[in-house]
T-cell receptor, first 115, second 113 residues
Framework: ETGVTQTPRHLVMGMTNKKSLKCEQH?????MYWYKQSAKKPLELMFV???????ENNSVPSRFSPECPNSSHLFLHLHTLQPEDSALYLC??????????????FGPGTRLTVL | GEDVEQSLFLSVREGDSSVINCTYT??????LYWYKQEPGAGLQLLTY?????DMKQDQRLTVLLNKKDKHLSLRIADTQTGDSAIYFC?????????????FGGGTRVLVKP
């Protein structure tokens, strides 16, 4: 596979469930990102990892827990979510998180519905 | 904080030119981007412009930047039905702040045959 892949593409979960979103990039990049895209707000950056180290947490509630075991994989662990967390969760990667022309490439997203 | 604004919707006839506008507030923006999102898909980078440029052309795409007015536009020449999508403008601050993109709310472009 090429580019940035995300699984699952769709997920429905109850508020008491625990689930995980997975992202994998095949571009040899060193930075990975989680974004939230909901109907009511512009695309929001959640987390940034650069060389497996978390460099940004954009005031995300602790019910979202990221994990980056290596530069190619990024997970988002979900626990005790709320219905307002229903959204499209997008993963992206870039060569580094150094800014400027470190262009971000996006995956297709996971559509999450919290009941 | 940073703010990026876009109009919500644009309707255009096939073959005509489309112009999508974006305004931003962060005067330290270094790079400005245009992304395209088709239904059920992630964001696809279309083009970007560095803040010391005022125009960039790439095939059917022309980006204009008015840094004084903090206004960015994307012109699509000879618009096709495959150009129907949501277009996002995004800005990136100076390098010291890391690779944090701030996105606009997106402009939904509908191309009519």
């Amino acid at each position: 596979e090429t580019g940035v892949t995300q699984t699952p593409r769709h997920l429905v979960m109850g508020m008491t469930n625990k689930k995980s979103l997975k992202c994998e990039q095949h571009l040899g990049h060193n930075a990975m990102y989680w974004y939230k895209q909901s109907a009511k707000k512009p695309l929001e950056l959640m987390f940034v990892y650069n060389f497996k180290e978390q460099t940004e947490n954009n005031s995300v509630p602790s019910r979202f827990s990221p994990e980056c075991p290596n530069s190619s994989h990024l997970f988002l662990h979900l626990h005790t979510l709320q219905p307002e967390d229903s959204a499209l969760y997008l993963c992206a990667s870039s060569q580094t998180a150094g800014g400027g022309t470190d262009t971000q490439y996006f995956g297709p997203g996971t559509r999450l519905t919290v009941l | 904080g940073e703010d990026v604004e876009q109009s919500l919707f644009l309707s255009v006839r096939e073959g005509d030119s489309s112009v999508i506008n974006c305004t931003y507030t962060d005067s330290s923006s270094t790079y400005l981007y245009w992304y395209k999102q088709e239904p059920g898909a992630g964001l696809q980078l279309l083009t970007y412009i560095f803040s010391n440029m005022d125009m960039k052309q790439d095939q059917r795409l022309t980006v204009l930047l008015n840094k004084k007015d903090k206004h960015l536009s994307l012109r699509i020449a000879d618009t096709q039905t495959g150009d129907s999508a949501i277009y996002f403008c995004a800005e990136s601050p100076r390098k010291a702040a890391g690779n944090k993109l701030t996105f606009g709310g997106g402009t939904r472009v509908l191309v009519k045959p």
